[in-house]
C-alpha cells in the first residue's frame, strides 16, 4: 500500500529485467540453450554469460562517461540565429537518469572488433561532468 515503496520495487525490479535481457542478448550458442543436463556445465554457461555481460555493461559505461567529458569539453550543435552553431552544454543529473549501459540497439555482438595490444594511457575521470 506504500507508493514510495511500491517505486522503489518497481525501479529495482526493472534494473533486474533489463540486465537478464542484457545477458540474454549477448548470450551465444544455441539462443543460450545447452546440449547437457551436466550441473557443472550451466553453471559455468551461467558464470561466463554474466562476465561478459558485466564486461560490455563496464565498456558501455565507461565510452557514455567519455562521450559525457568531451560533450561538456567541446559542446554541442545548437539551432541559433538561423544556423547551427557550437554551444555550452549542461549536462544536469536528470538528464543522466536516462541514461543505461544495458541499451542493446548499438551494440554490435558479431562485428569487426580490433585489437589494440598497446593502447594509449587515458586520464582517469572518476566523476560526472556536471
Known amino acids: 500500500m506504500d507508493e514510495s515503496l511500491r517505486r522503489t520495487v518497481h525501479k529495482g525490479t526493472t534494473k ?3 540486465h537478464h535481457k542484457f545477458a540474454k542478448h549477448l548470450a ?4 543460450g540453450h545447452l546440449r ?3 550441473p557443472e556445465d550451466q553453471e559455468k554457461a551461467i558464470v ?3 562476465l ?6 563496464l565498456q558501455k559505461v565507461v565510452n557514455q562517461t567519455q562521450a559525457l567529458h568531451m560533450l561538456k569539453v567541446d559542446g554541442g550543435w545548437r539551432m541559433a540565429d538561423g544556423g547551427w552553431r557550437m554551444a555550452d552544454v549542461s549536462i544536469r543529473p536528470a538528464d543522466l537518469a536516462f541514461l543505461s549501459p544495458y541499451a542493446i540497439s548499438n551494440l554490435k555482438r558479431f ?5 589494440d595490444l598497446k593502447p594509449q594511457g587515458m586520464p582517469a ?6
Do not use: H, I, K, Q
Open 16 to 18: 533486474v529485467e533489463r
Open 28 to 31: 551465444f550458442g544455441s539462443g
Open 36 to 38: 547437457s543436463n551436466n
Open 48 to 50: 561466463y554469460n554474466e
Open 52 to 57: 561478459v555481460t558485466n564486461a560490455v555493461a
Open 111 to 115: 562485428g569487426d572488433y580490433s585489437t
Open 125 to 130: 575521470r572518476m566523476t560526472l561532468p556536471l
